[in-house]
């Protein structure tokens, strides 16, 4: 028997934090007499010890209208004495370790606010809202829409908020500034002294507010760790990463292929963007092998070489630089009907979303201007693109490599987004950044062995780039970007 929701006590009328269970959380009893109670996720289904009346009528209050833990603490010691008490906070523990519990701001005429959570290493604090502290909004703090609701969330908490009452994201705007909230004009955000009060303990709880010190500033977010930190860096490491990842989540992580069924798996490669082609010389790995620089020598040789020489690179020199770095060794079906591919570079679950863009400013045997690299057939594509965006993106690299000419070579890496986030969810920004990090690492290598100078930039412009090579900035943009020449 499953027990619907808003079977058990009605909320209280005074305003309250109260525990209920998270959403998708179930209470099931399989039985009038058994006894038992089990608790039901979409992901799994939880059987829990014969407790007994009292603890179990506390399991009904939270599948139900939820109830203050004092309130929770009275019933349980009405109904089983001083002995099922521990119980109860055992069992409350237990929950609160697998995120199957929410804390809810209750107003006096419904919910105000309700957090779930990602992690049990990050619980709520709650602690009573003084009215005379100085409190503001947290500038790791961000809110969004998510289906039919606001909600507000923080990467220093792992947890959501969801605004069940419009009255409390207008607090969360009148606290963009500090001040007491006390201090609100009545009309401003429509709360009661008391509701104002539970609210704010619960956005505070969650760090979605932080408290201001006597020198008018965020304490802990602007002293220590936190200080070095930006919202955005903080939010994609907390996304990327597991253990502030769970039940009480936006979505999962990891290979999950949430589109599969949805959209067909982009292909591995692009096809041809233009008629007009340059085919690249395919070098001799035997010879490769024997005459090369040892690893050893290669990895202790490496530097940053921003400054190119004369003659400038020739075609037979770049195409054995790009067939030994970045061409399409193998094509294969993965899990899903996923088309898989190998390269030189490793590539996270053998995607390879990475694309290469050649602006040639200086290049012996090929015309100036932009091209695509085609790793399956080793051969560049030559882009009708406008002089003056290739010569733009030139330029953008000359000031990021801190020189005054144009490198001979630019070579932009672009990433085709959806082949990455097809199957990979949650870590699929992260794991595209990877794949550029050792692109650069295998670059920079078979540039010193061949003798050539090379130097990954540290910035790019994405929008620029996508107007140079046509291509829509949410389907495909610039995520690296590394400059190629002669030695000087």
Known sequence: MEIPPGAAEREPSRPAIVLRFAEGVDLVEPGADSGRLVLRTAQRELALADTGPAIAAAFRQLAGAGAAEEDLAALVLDAGGPAALPVLYYQLGELAKRCLLSHRAVGEKGPLATASFASPFLSCRLRPADDRQVLVFSRFACIRRDGGRMLVESPLSAARVTFDDPRVGALCLELATPR???????????????????????????????????????????????????????????????????????????????????????????????????????????????????????????????????????????????????????????????????????????IYELEIYLSVSACGGLAPGLYHYDPCAHRLWKLASRPEAVAALLRDAAAAAMQLAAPQVLLTISARFARVFWKYEGMGYALILKDVGVLYQTMYLVAEAMGLGACALGVGNADLFAAAAAVDYHVESSVGELILGSRA
Request: aromatic share 6%.
């Open 180 to 350: 007491c909230p006390r201090e609100l004009p009545a009309p401003a955000c429509g709360l009661s002294p008391a509701e104002r009060e539970v609210a704010c303990s619960l956005l505070l709880g969650c760090r979605v507010l932080a408290e201001v010190d006597g020198a008018g500033q965020a304490g802990e977010e602007e002293d220590g760790p936190l200080a070095f930190w930006e919202l955005a860096d903080l939010l994609l490491h907390g996304r990327s990463r597991l253990g502030r990842q769970g039940p009480g989540s936006a979505g999962g992580i990891g290979g999950t292929f949430r589109f599969a069924g949805r959209f067909a798996p982009p292909p591995l490669s692009k096809p041809a963007m233009s008629e007009e082609s340059v085919d690249l010389v395919r070098p001799d790995l035997d010879r490769v092998a024997r005459e090369d620089l040892s690893l050893t020598a290669a990895l202790e040789g490496r530097r940053s070489r921003r400054g190119f020489g004369d003659p400038a690179l020739t075609l037979p020199q770049l195409g054995e630089f790009l067939y030994r770095t970045a061409r399409q060794r193998e094509v294969f079906t993965g899990e899903k009907g996923q088309e898989l591919g190998s390269r030189p570079y490793p590539g996270g679950g053998a």
